[in-house]
């Protein structure tokens, strides 16, 4: 079966500096891969997806993600992080299950804080 | 505005007591879902819509329903609910597949 790993459950950075969130996917195929946003109290927000083609995708808020097929990972980066980044961030990877339905699986997920 | 929007947004409620939380999204979008959002175990997929009078079961069906009578709604049902019911709830929706999602606020359900 499909799966999404977040190796992190929680990490903290200080404001500015650089940011990588860890993502490892199980999945057979091509896979369609997005990253989520979710603030405190909030709903989650898609922060960027990759379907095909280059691997480096750009997202919004200044967040980028890498594909590396031979790693099977999506790492999300930012290069200098702000104190409203503080979030939980979900990786998740758009599979097709055995009765042949498309279903989004996500990671548990990765709590992000920011030190002043 | 672009938006899913759930109601009621906190709800404490008994043991068995019938309870539906709503639904509705104003953009058109033919695939909608409900999830559960628990602490160490994420997001996991109650039910889905992929358009009207079509839904199926996620990956944690029991002890919900849910109908799509029109596009914009997809209200979730507890017809009995029970403590292991309490739970953050999130509707999204999309325009196609499940991949980008527009997610609503939650619904944080309280059930004692």
């Known amino acids: 079966a499909q799966s999404v790993t977040q190796p992190d459950i929680h990490i903290t950075v200080s404001e500015g500096a650089s940011l990588e969130l860890r993502c490892n996917y199980s999945?057979?195929?091509?896979?369609?891969l997005f990253w989520y946003v979710q603030s405190p109290g909030q709903g989650l927000q898609l922060l960027l997806k990759?379907?095909?083609?280059?691997?480096l995708v750009q997202g919004i808020k200044g967040f980028e993600a890498e594909f590396k097929r031979s790693q099977s990972s999506f790492n999300l980066r930012k290069p200098s992080v702000h104190w409203s980044d503080a979030a939980e961030y979900f990786c998740?990877?758009?599979?097709?299950?055995?009765?042949?339905?498309?279903?989004?699986?996500f990671g548990k997920g990765t709590k992000l804080t920011v030190n002043p | 505005e672009a938006q899913v929007t759930q109601n009621p947004r906190y709800l404490i409620t008994v043991t068995g007591k019938k309870l539906t939380v709503t639904c509705s999204q104003n953009?058109?979008?033919?695939?909608m879902s409900w999830y559960r959002q628990d602490p160490g175990l994420g997001l996991r997929q109650i039910y889905y819509?992929?358009?009207?009078?079509?839904?199926d079961k996620g990956d944690v069906p029991e002890g919900y329903k849910v109908s799509r009578k029109e596009k914009r709604n997809f209200p979730l049902i507890l017809e009995s609910p029970s403590p292991n019911q309490t739970s953050l709830y999130f509707c999204?929706?999309?325009?196609?597949?499940?991949?980008?999602?527009?997610f609503g606020p939650g619904t944080r359900l309280t059930v004692t």
């Open positions: 999204a929706s999309s325009l196609g597949g499940p991949g980008e999602q527009y």
């Open positions: 999945y057979g195929a091509t896979p369609y």
């Open positions: 990759y379907f095909s083609g280059d691997t």
């Open positions: 998740a990877v758009d599979s097709i299950t055995q009765g042949g339905s498309e279903k989004l699986v």
């Open positions: 953009m058109n979008h033919e695939y």
């Open positions: 819509s992929m358009n009207v009078e079509v839904t």
